[in-house]
């Protein structure tokens, strides 16, 4: 009996001493989110802004399609970002100049929000060469081509390269490869790049080398780290947008190989 009469003063204390904790897994509130590449190759700034949403939510994000959208050279001169549809804005025909810098300017959500980004000049692929790699671990195996360009001298330079096959672009932040020349600076680069799957004969390998400033070099970086991530929360990947807009701003040049395996 008295053991019933312990259980029962306990059970009776322990359930005093519950707290009840309200977890707020986001109903925080939302950020602006700019997605912005400014392509040397067809002179287009290409824009994306949509808002984050509740943890919760499967929706997709959603869009942002009332803002104010400015791109400014080096010498100051602004021309405006016209809205597409869809959160997306687009100036073509935007003749870029080499080893400058441009900002672009967004007004949305009664913020103004800036980023600069550096466009080096491009740096030359040279012809994509491939080897035969045997498969592992029960796979079949296939090709894998190479990377192959000569890095400028007494330049600092940061790279992030594309691969497709048979015109299927992988070009997922995570996808992406990246390289610098803190190691290599003036030398002959060759480096293989593993894609999402094998090369096999008769495929047509495609390969885009894009030279990016520092800041957008760290941001893949980041992205790909946090992807990588399998414990903790993982924190935003440092950006260029002032703020406290999530996203990036990339003014980028480049260079492009293929080569149809045979």
């Known amino acids: 009996m008295k053991n019933v009469l312990y259980i029962a003063i306990s059970t009776m204390i322990i359930l005093s001493c519950q707290k009840v904790i309200d977890v707020d897994l986001n109903e925080a509130n939302p950020n602006v989110v700019i997605e912005a590449n400014y392509t040397a190759e067809d002179s287009t700034v290409r824009v994306r802004i949509t808002m984050t949403s509740s943890y919760f939510n499967s929706e997709p994000s959603p869009e942002v399609n009332d803002a104010v959208v400015t791109i400014t050279d080096q010498l100051g001169n602004s021309q405006s ?75 600092i330079n940061y790279y992030s390269a594309v691969l497709s096959k048979n015109g299927d672009v992988w070009d997922g932040l995570t996808q992406i490869f990246t390289q610098d020349d803190r190691l290599t ?64 701003f990339s003014a980028y040049s480049n260079s492009r190989k293929t080569v149809v395996i045979q």
């Open 81 to 155: 970002v016209p809205f597409i549809a869809n959160g997306y804005y687009e100036l073509p025909f935007y003749v870029p100049v080499y080893n400058s810098n441009y900002t672009l300017s967004v007004v949305a959500d009664g913020k103004t929000f800036s980023a600069i980004s550096f466009m080096p000049s491009p740096v030359q692929l040279l012809d994509i060469t491939y080897d035969s790699i045997a498969g592992f671990f029960g796979s079949e195996g296939g090709y894998v081509p190479y990377m192959r360009f000569n890095d400028p001298l007494d330049t």
């Open 185 to 248: 600076d003036g030398n002959f680069i060759e480096r293989p790049l593993f894609g999402q799957e094998w090369y096999q004969m008769g495929d047509t390998i495609g390969m885009e080398l894009r030279s990016i400033d520092e800041i957008n070099y760290r941001y893949i970086d980041e992205i790909q780290s946090i992807a990588g991530t399998q414990s903790g929360a993982p924190a935003n990947p440092t950006t260029n947008w002032s703020n406290d807009a999530l996203g990036y």
